[in-house]
């Protein structure tokens, strides 16, 4: 949890990217025309030109939208790269390092511990020999029936 605390942190500070992607997702914003107006404009608004402040806040809103797509996509990456790829299979402290093959190669010897980490619960080994018990005198029934 500490390492996703650490990666929204890191996101939230700065608006920073070198990925091209931005900038071709900006130019695509720009050449769509996302911004057009969904009336058709009387003859008057036709003629009338945007504003300065107008373009400039379609402009911030072209960078921020092209800015969501890089950074979203970038944030699932971190994530399944510092979340599963580091803190369970490479880093320093993974939890597959746990496993070591000596580690596993003495579980064969303790039974006991090896039915604490993967065996089954007691209650569900009773009720599946209780299944499998059954199902014997079903086999058996149909058998005398035939």
Do not use: W
Request: proline letters at 2%.
């Amino acid at each position: 949890m500490k390492q996703a605390r650490l990666v929204l942190d890191v996101e939230r500070m700065n608006i920073m990217t070198l990925n091209d992607k931005f900038y071709e997702t900006l130019e695509e914003l720009k050449r769509e025309g996302v911004h057009q107006e969904k009336y058709e404009p009387t003859e008057d608004e036709a003629r009338a030109r945007m504003s300065n402040t107008e373009r400039t806040v379609r402009y911030i809103h072209d960078i921020l939208a092209a800015y969501y797509e890089v950074a979203s996509k970038r944030f699932v990456d971190n994530i399944c790269m510092q979340a599963t790829g580091y803190c369970l299979l490479t880093g320093p402290r993974k939890l597959l390092g746990l496993f070591s093959p000596q580690f596993v190669a003495n579980l064969a010897e303790d039974q006991d511990q090896l039915t604490n980490i993967a065996g089954e619960n007691a209650a569900l080994s009773r009720r599946r020999v209780q299944l499998n018990k059954g199902i014997q005198d079903l086999e058996t029934g149909r058998k005398i029936m035939m």
